[in-house]
């Protein structure tokens, strides 16, 4: 049985216990983990009276992949190999799965 250990360490780089990862290729260090509270829009079509309806409020968590005074994206993957092999000369780690929050419906944002 083979098992490959996946980490992030405390100074926010990755760590893969098979050696896999290479460590030259790290230009950049990975931004900040984020918990992101955002609120949503909730339609009812029914007989519903306002109010009984709320916005509900959800999570995520990812690396702070860019924020400006109207959004605020963060990446669920960080790559520090290119796997794609597309990524050339853009600094490292490349970040995936990107999720655009508007600002307006942000609550807050935690560093973790």
């Known amino acids: 049985m083979v098992a490959t250990l996946n980490l992030c360490g405390s100074d926010d780089l ?17 931004r900040p983990l984020v918990l992101v509270a955002w609120r949503d829009i909730l339609s009812d079509d029914g007989w519903t009276r306002a109010k009984d309806v709320s916005c509900p409020t959800f999570y995520s968590v990812g690396w702070l992949a860019y ?17 794609t092999d597309e990524a050339k000369g853009e600094a490292m780690p490349i970040q995936y799965g990107i999720t655009a929050f508007p600002k307006g419906c942000v609550v807050e944002v935690k560093y973790i």
Request: hydrophobic residues 30%.
């Open 14 to 30: 990755g760590m893969d216990t098979s050696g896999a990862i290479d460590h030259s290729r790290q230009k950049e260090k990975a």
């Open 67 to 83: 924020e400006d005074e109207d959004t605020i994206k963060i990446a669920s993957t960080l790559d520090f190999d290119d796997f």
